[in-house]
């Protein structure tokens, strides 16, 4: 049985356990400094890899598109075997018109879909999601007449009370 001394390097007949001995000593002695070195150069490395991947289309997580899928998978009820197929019909319909239409809303309001989604669906925080509403629409339409002020109360009101009665139902 070899000790690791009589291994060498078959091109230069160099033996290799002095090597493996002074790399070891040398990482040994400096860890405390070139392990932050080489975690940070890994992070970068793996930021500039993911970067370069194809970006999430549409405005829906895949949580969300799921959450969606399963929502109208339980609210739509076929029969026989279409029962076992529609959940990933939802799924895919979901996907592609996300990925293809939702793609084309202008850039704020994506932002404020997905956090009036968000509320809704995840967090089952319904008021929160009328007031989100009601501040979309306050920011798109102006109601002659009446001022910011009164205009957007009217709408909070209006969509917590839509709220409601989606709740109820």
Known sequence: MSNGQNIVVRSTGIPIAPIIKTISHFLSR??????????????????????NKKMEKGIL????????AGLADSAVKLPG?????????????????DDNVAEKIPEPYKAQITAILEKILKEKD???????VADAVDLL???PGIDD???????????????GLLIKS
Do not use: C, Q
């Open 126 to 132: 319904y008021d929160a999601a009328a007031i989100l």
């Open 61 to 68: 997580s895949k949580e969300l598109e799921s959450t969606l």
């Open 30 to 51: 400096n860890s405390l400094w070139l392990l932050p070195l080489v975690k940070t150069a890994f992070k970068k490395l793996s930021l500039l890899i993911n970067k």
């Open 81 to 97: 075997v279409w029962e076992l197929l529609d959940g990933t019909g939802f799924k895919i319909a979901i996907a592609v018109i």
């Open 141 to 143: 339409v102006d109601v």
């Open 149 to 163: 002020a009164t205009e957007k109360f009217m709408f909070v009101g209006f969509f917590t009370a839509l709220a």
